[in-house]
């Protein structure tokens, strides 16, 4: 028997970040929305703790106990009591360090199909819990839909959204590390004021309302200068977008991953199609979004 779990890519239509607390985290307002680019992740009884990997991004991706699957499943059998002999297999379409919560995903995808799996009658809370213990963006990954996220990003409040919203993802040629970008936030910001983050009212009223082009007027991204000055040629991605018609376009989380809001599907594919001509990434996605957290396929 097995259990497969669908999870899906966030982007973040706003993410404001304060100064560095003493643990080294950020105090974050980040406004969560899940897009449906997605992972799969399927649990089976197996000898011993095994993990595997598929898709475009397949090498990226470590097949140790550091991986965030193996470390949900370890979590949730330590918790219960349970000999964590499974095999987890990981269809992965969400780009590795791209800033789009990918390992992330697989964490909430393999605690939520081991917990199937095994049967441990955690509630909600409980499996909320072991997410915040894996990672600041696990927790959203198993609500999905839209959040805004406080704390470390790990306490959430669920969000109204009025309609679908439109992207188009453009994927880098190589990756960037989420604590090298808090990182250099925290040089670029050295001696200035950092305020506390708060979550932009216009912003979440656009969300409720469904509408793009109050949402494109909103975006905002704190960690975006850091994501440029570690990777200055995004900037060319972000503007061969705007040139394409993109409503916005902006980093995403810690990049480099950029994302552009369309004004529709239609829009979407030819913005796409600019970008892929422009030379200035390595693929395109298009992708809509709010769309649900892991779900048991199936179920
Ligand atoms: C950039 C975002 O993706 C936006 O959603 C998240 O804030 C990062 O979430 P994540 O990848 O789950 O990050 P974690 O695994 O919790 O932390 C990785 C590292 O990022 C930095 N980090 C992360 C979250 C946060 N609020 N402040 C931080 O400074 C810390 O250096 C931390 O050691
Ligand atoms: N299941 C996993 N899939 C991908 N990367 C993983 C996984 N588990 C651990 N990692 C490690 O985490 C690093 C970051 O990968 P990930 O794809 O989660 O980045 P990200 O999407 O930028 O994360 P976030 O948006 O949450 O900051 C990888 O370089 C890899 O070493």
């Given at each position: 028997?097995?259990?497969?779990?669908?999870?899906?890519?966030?982007?973040?239509?706003q993410l404001?970040?304060?100064?560095?607390?003493?643990?080294?985290?950020?105090d974050?307002?980040?406004?969560?929305?899940?897009v449906?680019?997605?992972?799969?992740?399927?649990?089976?009884?197996?000898?011993?703790?095994?993990?595997?990997?598929?898709?475009?991004d397949?090498?990226?991706?470590?097949?140790?106990?550091?991986?965030?699957?193996?470390?949900?499943?370890?979590?949730?059998?330590?918790?219960y009591?349970i000999?964590p002999?499974?095999?987890?297999?990981?269809?992965?379409?969400i780009?590795?360090?791209?800033?789009?919560?990918?390992?992330?995903?697989?964490?909430?995808?393999?605690?939520?199909?081991?917990?199937?799996?095994?049967?441990?009658?955690?509630?909600?809370?409980?499996?909320?819990?072991?997410?915040?213990?894996?990672?600041?963006?696990?927790?959203?990954?198993?609500?999905?839909g839209?959040?805004?996220?406080?704390?470390?990003?790990?306490?959430?409040?669920?969000?109204d959204?009025?309609?679908?919203?439109?992207?188009?993802?453009?994927?880098?040629e190589?990756?960037?590390?989420?604590?090298?970008?808090?990182?250099?936030?925290?040089?670029?910001?050295?001696?200035?004021?950092?305020?506390?983050p708060?979550?932009?009212?216009?912003?979440?009223?656009?969300?409720?309302?469904?509408?793009?082009?109050?949402?494109?007027?909103?975006?905002?991204?704190?960690?975006?200068?850091?994501a440029?000055?570690?990777?200055?040629e995004?900037?060319?991605?972000?503007?061969?977008?705007?040139?394409?018609?993109?409503l916005?376009?902006?980093?995403?989380?810690?990049?480099?991953?950029?994302?552009?809001?369309?004004?529709?599907?239609g829009?979407?594919?030819?913005?796409?199609?600019?970008?892929?001509?422009?030379?200035?990434?390595?693929?395109?996605?298009?992708?809509?979004?709010?769309?649900?957290?892991?779900?048991?396929?199936?179920?």
């Open positions: 028997m097995s259990v497969t779990v669908r999870v899906p890519a966030k982007v973040n239509v404001a970040v304060g100064a560095a607390r003493p643990d080294g985290f950020h974050l307002a980040n406004v969560f929305l899940a449906g680019l997605h992972d799969e992740v399927t649990v089976t009884p197996a000898e011993e703790l095994r993990v595997t990997c598929e898709g475009p397949a090498a990226q991706v470590p097949l140790d106990r550091t991986n965030l699957a193996a470390r949900a499943a370890l979590a949730l059998a330590g918790r009591g000999e002999a499974v095999h987890l297999h990981i269809a992965k379409d780009p590795v360090a791209g800033g789009m919560a990918g390992g992330s995903a697989d964490g909430a995808g393999a605690l939520l199909a081991c917990d199937a799996l095994w049967g441990t009658g955690a509630s909600r809370e409980e499996l909320l819990d072991i997410c915040a213990e894996l990672g600041s963006d696990v927790p959203f990954s198993l609500v999905g839209a959040a805004l996220g406080t704390g470390r990003g790990e306490k959430l409040r669920p969000l959204v009025g309609g679908d919203f439109s992207w188009v993802f453009a994927m880098a190589r990756g960037l590390s989420t604590p090298a970008v808090f990182r250099e936030f925290d040089r670029l910001t050295a001696g200035l004021d950092v305020p506390e708060v979550a932009s009212e216009a912003l979440l009223d656009a969300l409720a309302k469904g509408d793009p082009e109050a949402l494109a007027a909103a975006v905002s991204n704190d960690l975006q200068p850091a440029l000055s570690l990777f200055p995004l900037a060319d991605t972000l503007a061969a977008g705007s040139a394409a018609g993109a916005a376009g902006l980093v995403s989380g810690s990049g480099p991953t950029t994302a552009f809001l369309a004004r529709d599907p829009s979407a594919a030819k913005i796409a199609d600019a970008l892929r001509a422009s030379g200035t990434c390595r693929a395109v996605r298009t992708a809509s979004g709010p769309v649900p957290g892991a779900t048991v396929m199936g179920a």
